[in-house]
């Protein structure tokens, strides 16, 4: 055979490629559809592992499985390129169509992550008891004009969905752009945030609710004060220590819309700016030390948390 049809797929090529860009290496042994089947598989065991689908299933367990699954898909692009028999090529199997396929995939993962929802990991336990940390969160991109994923900013835009007291955002931290915050927005524009006596108080009215029974931190052997708070329509479970933290502020842009005393915070949101703390009180580094959130810095709003 000579010419077109003498190709046949090298079994280290189907390898390689199966190893950097699985489960390309499959598509260039000629086995498109295993390719599918496999990547299917193994996307659905990243999203059960990201939700949590197995009660009792460690992410060390999880890894594992996900580790198990692309040794599987190395072996099976040998052997379908071992096995493959002579034949004219096709077109799919060229590198330019591999490339073409890989590119397409790519850019499909990232406008998603970069535009609708993307996920993320609680780095800390600033969110607890609402999202303890190794919570991970589900972001709507979607609506808030802050198109970036993977540390890349690829435009911007006005926010188009609206914003709530109570909703819980994640953000650049106005510090340093390149950590990505999440808090949950307490003062909208135009509101004065006041905090006093570890109480919360957004245009005079006590957001405290009743006291719930003391919180175990699961990283810690200690305990913290539970109370039920409420911001406009929105509960949850906001925690204290019994110990008086004192408030040292940074300089921040719009310093002067805040006052600082020994006993208490007073700040009027500025407009297109947002005040934001952190449901574990007093271990939150928020806006009563740094400031306000600009709405060009908000990422998105979490629409789903996964503890």
């Given at each position: 055979?000579?010419?077109?049809?003498?190709?046949?797929?090298?079994?280290?090529?189907?390898?390689?490629?199966?190893?950097?860009?699985?489960p390309i290496g499959l598509v260039y042994a000629g086995k498109p559809r295993w390719a599918g089947i496999w990547f299917i598989t193994t996307a659905s065991l990243g999203l059960l592992a990201f939700f949590r689908a197995f009660a009792g299933v460690s992410d060390a367990m999880m890894g594992a499985v996900q580790i198990a699954a692309l040794i599987a898909g190395i072996i099976l692009a040998y052997r379908a390129a071992k096995t493959a028999p002579e034949r004219i090529r096709p077109r799919y199997t060229r590198w330019y169509s591999l490339l073409?396929?890989?590119?397409?995939?790519?850019?499909?993962?990232?406008?998603?992550?970069?535009?609708?929802?993307?996920?993320?990991?609680?780095?800390?336990?600033?969110?607890?008891?609402?999202?303890?940390?190794?919570?991970?969160?589900?972001?709507?991109?979607?609506?808030?004009?802050?198109f970036s994923t993977f540390g890349l900013i690829f435009g911007s835009r006005p926010i188009s969905a609206l914003l709530h007291?109570?909703?819980?955002?994640?953000?650049?931290?106005?510090?340093?752009?390149?950590?990505?915050y999440i808090k949950r927005i307490v003062g909208v524009p135009g509101d004065r945030v006041v905090y006093r006596d570890k109480h919360v108080f957004?245009?005079?009215?006590?957001?405290?609710?009743?006291q719930l029974d003391d919180?175990?931190?699961?990283?810690?052997?200690?305990?913290?004060?539970?109370?039920?708070d409420k911001l406009d329509d929105t509960t949850f479970a906001a925690l204290?220590?019994?110990?008086?933290?004192?408030?040292?502020?940074?300089?921040?842009?719009?310093?002067?819309?805040?006052?600082?005393?020994?006993?208490?915070?007073?700040?009027?949101?500025?407009?297109?700016?947002?005040?934001?703390?952190?449901?574990?009180?007093d271990?939150?580094?928020?806006?009563?030390?740094?400031?306000?959130?600009?709405?060009?810095?908000?990422?998105?709003k979490v629409i789903k948390i996964i503890r």
């Open positions: 055979m000579t010419g077109m049809s003498n190709w046949k797929p090298k079994p280290w090529i189907a390898v390689v490629l199966n190893i950097v860009v699985a073409a396929i890989l590119g397409a995939f790519a850019v499909a993962v990232i406008a998603f992550r970069a535009c609708v929802y993307e996920p993320y990991k609680i780095p800390s336990t600033a969110m607890a008891p609402t999202a303890e940390i190794g919570s991970r969160v589900i972001v709507q991109k979607f609506g808030y004009g802050h007291r109570g909703d819980i955002i994640v953000f650049e931290f106005p510090v340093n752009p390149a950590e990505d957004v245009n005079g009215v006590d957001t405290r609710g009743r919180y175990l931190h699961p990283d810690l052997p200690r305990y913290s004060q539970r109370f039920l204290q220590d019994k110990d008086k933290v004192k408030l040292v502020p940074n300089d921040f842009t719009f310093r002067d819309h805040c006052v600082y005393t020994d006993y208490d915070v007073q700040c009027n949101v500025p407009p297109g700016n947002y005040f934001v703390m952190g449901d574990n009180r271990n939150s580094y928020d806006s009563r030390y740094w400031g306000f959130v600009r709405s060009d810095r908000i990422i998105g």
